[in-house]
């Protein structure tokens, strides 16, 4: 049996449009399907719309968001090089993956959903049969993807991701570009919503997987590997 290959897709971005805060990759989203792939022995492979230095939301390594795994891996040298070094999309969109995975932070609301290559990889991914996976502001990167019969990728699917009242919470509602929970119920997503807000939810629609928040980046690793055992 070959080996499961991944993609993890994330950004480049690494400040708000004001000028004012920064941000970048939410780093749980990242480390927890990385580290549960890892263990499985899969083939992975990280990349970026513009290839090379992955910014990093500071708000994702303040203490009471750093869990265990986020922090061994932040503190790991050679996982760092691989952020300050990600593949360009363009240089691997040929290529077939079992997983495509979205990882979020509030960056990708910028560099994702207008991305010609990225919608290319999603829209063969899905058609494929593959598994297309996407947590929080990484959803964005869905919104646009147009499949064959020009028809929405989300349109009609049961989806989740980082709602309007939980960018309240985390006072970025001046800040973002768009309202993701609009944008979703606009292109005709299904979108389903933990029933307490930041607390892990995590939506399977066939092949597409969807988490809400940062809180759901455990339990989405868990539910991803375990849909990838079935292939």
């Not at 994702?60 to 061994?72: C, P, Q």
Request: glycine share 8%; net charge neutral.
């Amino acid at each position: 049996m070959s080996t499961l290959k991944i993609l993890i897709i994330v950004t480049n971005v690494g400040m708000y449009a004001s000028g004012h805060l920064k941000t970048g990759l939410w780093l749980s989203e990242l480390t927890h399907i990385y580290h549960a792939a890892k263990e499985k022995g899969y083939e992975i492979t990280i990349a970026s719309p513009e290839g090379g230095n992955v910014p990093i939301d500071p708000e994702s390594l303040k203490y009471f968001t750093l869990d265990k795994i986020s922090t061994t891996y932040w503190n790991d040298i050679s996982f760092c090089e691989i952020l300050n070094n990600s593949k360009r999309l363009e240089d691997i969109a040929s290529k077939d993956y079992d997983l495509v995975y979205l990882a979020g932070g509030h960056g990708t609301m910028y560099d994702f959903p207008d991305d010609s290559t990225l919608q290319s990889i999603i829209k063969k991914q899905y058609e494929n049969g593959r598994i297309v996976a996407a947590i929080c502001h990484g959803v964005g990167g869905l919104l646009n993807v147009k499949l064959s019969n020009g028809e929405y990728l989300i349109k009609g699917k049961e989806m989740t991701g980082f709602d309007w009242f939980e960018e309240t919470i985390a006072r970025r509602k001046k800040e973002v570009p768009f309202n993701l929970e609009a944008a979703i119920k606009q292109r005709g997503g299904n979108l389903k919503k933990a029933f307490i807000p930041m607390t892990s939810n995590v939506v399977v629609a066939d092949h597409l997987i969807t988490g809400q928040n940062p809180f759901s980046s455990k339990e989405m690793a868990r539910v991803v590997i375990k849909e990838m055992e079935k292939l």
